[in-house]
């Protein structure tokens, strides 16, 4: 079982649309980061995460530390949401990320 | 500010061979991690450094190691290559806040092994 596990793997919606992307994991952490994959490779951090819940524009991240569980939240899906997005937790152990196997998120117009 | 800059964004290189690569952090940084991205693994670490010093290290044979010098810049380098060493490699680098500002990417290097 892998310590951070996403959900769904795979995602297509419709421009307009809100969208829901789920991640669980099993390790005690510090932090936990939502990331942006484009196709091309580059990788942008959305957000970190500690504790409740962040918005920056039609993105929102919320994060339940008791039941280990973090969504990411899209309103207003557009075309160019369209990338992978990736759960990643920093454990409080030590100070690397262990990543998720994302979320291929595809909005179609 | 500059990002993290990576260098080269492509590489093309035979088995055996070694190759090294290059991550420049923001400026003022001194953290710098490095991944490796494959389509059957995912994301993985390698390692991080800190102020020169290797931090942390993930579960990677030693023919992948790297360094970091005094300026913050960081190298890592994979000798005797496998094909399977055919990945995305990224580095990211953090401030001293980074629980204020977490982990910026950067483009990464695209590695061929042939």
């Known amino acids: 079982k892998n310590e951070v596990e996403q959900s769904p793997q795979n995602l297509t919606a419709q421009e307009g649309e809100f969208i829901t992307i789920n991640c669980s994991y099993s390790?005690?952490?510090?932090?936990l980061h939502w990331l942006q994959q484009h196709p091309g490779g580059g990788i942008v951090s959305l957000f970190m995460l500690s504790s409740g819940k962040k918005k920056h524009g039609r993105l929102i991240a919320t994060i339940n530390i008791q039941e280990k569980h973090s969504s990411l939240h899209i309103t207003a899906s557009h075309p160019r949401d369209s990338a992978v997005y990736i759960c990643?937790?920093?454990?409080?152990?030590?100070?690397?990320?262990?990543f998720g196997e994302g979320t291929q998120l595809t909005v179609n117009p | 500010k500059a990002g993290v800059t990576q260098t080269p964004r492509y590489l093309i290189k035979t088995r055996g061979q070694q190759v090294t690569l290059s991550c420049s952090p923001i400026s003022g940084h001194r953290s710098v991690s490095w991944y490796q991205q494959t389509p059957g693994q995912g994301l993985q670490f390698l390692f991080e450094?800190?102020?020169?010093?290797?931090?942390n290290k993930g579960n990677f044979p030693g023919r992948f190691s790297g360094r970091q010098f005094s300026n913050s810049r960081s190298e890592m380098n994979v000798s005797t290559l496998e094909l399977g060493d055919s990945a995305l490699y990224l580095c990211a680098s953090r401030g001293d806040w980074a629980i204020l500002y977490g982990y910026t990417f950067g483009s990464g290097t695209r590695l061929t092994v042939v």
């Open positions: 390790v005690g952490i510090s932090a």
């Open positions: 450094y800190f102020s020169e010093t290797q931090r």
């Open positions: 990643a937790v920093k454990e409080t152990s030590g100070s690397r990320l262990t």
